[in-house]
């Protein structure tokens, strides 16, 4: 990726993304994104209603299929072919390969102008900063290590959410035996891959997962472990229904929502879902962290400024980038998202049990060591690394493989990656 993005875009130096456009400008952005389901597509909507509130002219490029990947080759040949979009929803190393690349613009500006210093939180400056500059703005905290669950269903079998694995696969092998699907699951790599870092990082332990998914220590992804995390995995496949290969992910939390399965294992946009629906948390669904030794998952949304020419376009970024990070937007589009504000001191009132859940876990999870980024969602990994995670964890979960192979495997494949 370094290469490939450094070789597009030559020696480009960062242009200045500032409010200070000619009078005349008309700020305006095409924006390429991937939030096409009904919880995101109501948040990207208000994005578009804000910008527009602004004199905004949006212009809309979305990229259907969840988890990011299909919007990240369309980047690429966008890129290649010298037509970059204005403003690009993209996350974690992937940010900085691009700013090393010098494709994207310079927000300092902007974030001076608002103090993000003050507002963000270390792990999101870190994401969102190239060589000390703001070369990103983040939208919110999306946390990954979840369970959604249906309370009547769970209640069909005397369960409540479990707080254990083997908690876990006790329940699910009730609900099974009652003719219940227990977890609702989407058979796309991503998702595979997003389930199998919960059971990373339950199974082994926030150490563990730092260890393997974040630092690729040998002898972690050869371990033990990591067989007992591909043995967990092996039942997981037990549990979810023949009707699974290919299913997007919030046909998945549909399932949970109208009582056909008992558990889902994803992101907080699945909670997106929800409220769109109308769902009320602690009522229609219950949410609670996997199990774990108070680890917590996180995945950040951001928006980079990619090097467009033409004053509309420049102030059509400022203002893009301004508005994201307001303290009102950051409550509006993160009600709808189901995740929480990137920001630090947006009002809590009208946020849910699940969102405070979230903030305070986040704050804890900083304090106490074990706030780690997300391989599936390219927090802590992105390209061939992230791929190679990726490939391993969907071929054993879509085959019979045993735990030991997928092992080998995996130290085979991230050796290969780096
Ligand atoms: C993640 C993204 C989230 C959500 C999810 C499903 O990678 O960060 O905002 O949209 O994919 O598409």
New binding site residues.
């Given amino acids: 990726m370094k290469t490939f993005a450094r070789a597009l875009c030559g020696a480009v130096s960062m242009i200045a993304v500032t409010a200070a456009a000619p009078a005349l400008a008309e700020p305006k952005a095409e924006v390429l994104h991937?939030?096409t389901?009904g919880g995101?597509a109501k948040a990207v909507q208000a994005l578009q209603e804000a910008f527009a509130a602004r004199g905004g002219e949006w212009v809309d490029a979305p990229v259907a299929?969840?988890?990011?990947d299909a919007q990240a080759a369309v980047l690429r040949a966008r890129v290649l072919a010298g037509d970059p979009p204005a403003a690009v929803?993209i996350?974690g190393p992937n940010i900085q390969e691009w700013a090393e690349a010098g494709a994207l613009g310079d927000l300092t500006a902007v974030a001076t102008a608002q103090d993000w210093d003050k507002v963000l939180p270390e792990a999101i400056q870190n994401i969102v900063k190239y060589e000390g500059k703001y070369v990103a703005v983040p939208v919110?905290v999306?946390r990954v290590d979840w369970i959604w669950a249906n309370p009547e269903v769970l209640a069909k079998v005397g369960a409540e959410v479990p707080t254990s694995w083997e908690e876990f696969n006790e329940t699910a092998d009730k609900l099974q035996a009652t003719g219940i699907i227990p977890l609702a699951h989407g058979g796309q790599p991503?998702q595979d891959a997003t389930v199998f870092e919960t059971v990373v990082l339950g199974i082994g332990g926030t150490d563990f997962y730092r260890k393997a998914l974040v630092e690729l220590d040998m002898d972690a992804l050869g371990s033990d472990t990591m067989v007992a995390v591909f043995d967990q995995m092996r039942k997981m496949r037990g549990y979810v229904d023949p009707d699974f290969p290919g299913r997007d992910?919030?046909l998945a939390t549909a399932m949970v929502m109208r009582g056909e399965a008992a558990m889902q294992i994803m992101?907080d946009?699945a909670k997106g879902e929800f409220a769109a629906a109308g769902k009320v948390p602690g009522v229609d669904y219950v949410c609670a962290s996997t199990p774990s030794d108070n680890g917590y998952l996180l995945?950040?949304?951001s928006f980079a400024m990619f090097n467009v020419s033409g004053d509309d376009n420049v102030e059509g970024q400022a203002v893009l980038a301004e508005l994201i990070l307001g303290t009102e937007f950051q409550e509006t589009f993160n009600l709808f998202?189901g995740?929480i504000p990137a920001r630090t001191d947006v009002p809590r009132a009208e946020f849910d049990d699940c969102a405070i859940k979230s903030m305070d876990d986040m704050v804890a999870a900083a304090e106490g060591g074990t706030l780690l980024g997300s391989m599936?969602?390219?927090i802590a990994q992105a390209g061939a690394v992230r791929g190679a995670f990726i490939d391993v964890a969907t071929a054993h979960f879509n085959s019979d493989m045993s735990s030991q192979d997928a092992v080998d495997q995996l130290v085979k494949a991230i050796k290969l990656a780096q």
């Fill in positions: 991937y939030w389901s995101e299929g969840g988890g990011g929803q996350k919110n999306h991503w992910w919030n992101g946009w995945n950040s949304d998202k995740s599936a969602h390219e």
